[in-house]
């Protein structure tokens, strides 16, 4: 099992940042992929990034590329998701999540099994 918690949501204004924490207990991550979602509402669960945890490999979606960073922390067994220039559109609860980095569906939100319980981000214009 692995438990995730996350933390630094708020309230900032457009073209503000923000910096997301997920810490990570109950597993070594060395196989692990780490990844943020964010899910606005009455919207789908939607890929932001992740990192490959052994590797640092990391992958955004277009719509956060060059303002967005994800990050680790291995002696802190952390996460970090920051935050930049930061737009209305990208209100959401942000959700952290891990997988076993085995086979493809690294963008899929179905194939991870741990989550984190939320974090909110709200962005005003």
């Known amino acids: 099992q692995v438990q995730l918690v996350e933390s630094g949501g708020g309230l900032v204004q457009a073209g503000g940042s923000l910096r997301l924490s997920c810490a990570a207990s109950?597993?070594?991550?060395?196989?692990?992929?780490m990844a943020w979602f964010r899910q606005a509402p009455e919207k789908e669960r939607e890929f932001v990034a992740f990192?490959?945890?052994?590797?640092?490999?990391?992958y955004y979606v277009d719509s956060v590329k060059g303002r967005f960073t994800i990050s680790r922390d291995g002696a802190k067994n952390t996460v970090y998701l920051q935050m930049n220039s930061l737009k209305p559109e990208d209100t959401a609860v942000y959700y952290c999540?891990?997988?076993?980095?085995?086979?493809?569906?690294?963008?899929?939100?179905?194939?991870?099994?741990?989550w984190g319980q939320g974090t909110q981000v709200t962005v005003s214009s």
């Open positions: 990192i490959r945890w052994s590797s640092g490999i990391t």
């Open positions: 999540a891990a997988r076993l980095g085995l086979g493809g569906g690294d963008r899929d939100f179905r194939k991870y099994d741990y």
């Open positions: 109950g597993r070594t991550l060395s196989n692990y992929v």
